[in-house]
């Protein structure tokens, strides 16, 4: 079955960065689309970031574009989520999700904070 494990999360200080891994296993990983979502304390999940199957596109949410970055490794089975400029705003659980089968990984913890 469709497993998604993501790493990388920490404590980070404003204006630091942090490099998000999704690695992911149970499909045809090069056949699909990939996402990123967070979900901060309150509020609803959202989306931060797509990435198509070749990556050859890619796609942000507002509050993030210019400081993340979506790529894949096909020949790994892995997805990342480079995040620069953190802002305290950015604290949430971040999640990677296979959107065409619903599946979530179970999120890490990014906090920024001084």
């Known amino acids: 079955q469709v497993q998604l494990v993501e790493s990388g999360g920490g404590l980070v200080q404003p204006g630091g960065s942090l490099r998000l891994s999704c690695a992911a296993s149970?499909?045809?990983?090069?056949?699909?689309?990939m996402s990123w979502y967070r979900q901060a304390p309150g509020k609803e999940r959202e989306l931060v970031a797509a990435?198509?199957?070749?990556?050859?596109?890619?796609n942000y949410a507002d509050s993030v574009k210019g400081r993340f970055t979506i790529s894949r490794d096909n020949a790994k089975n892995m997805v990342y989520l480079q995040m620069n400029s953190l802002k305290p705003e950015d604290t949430a659980v971040y999640y990677c999700?296979?959107?065409?089968?619903?599946?979530w990984g179970q999120g890490t913890q990014v906090t920024v904070s001084s």
């Open positions: 990435i198509s199957s070749t990556g050859g596109s890619t």
């Open positions: 149970g499909f045809t990983f090069s056949n699909y689309a």
């Open positions: 999700r296979l959107v065409a089968r619903d599946s």
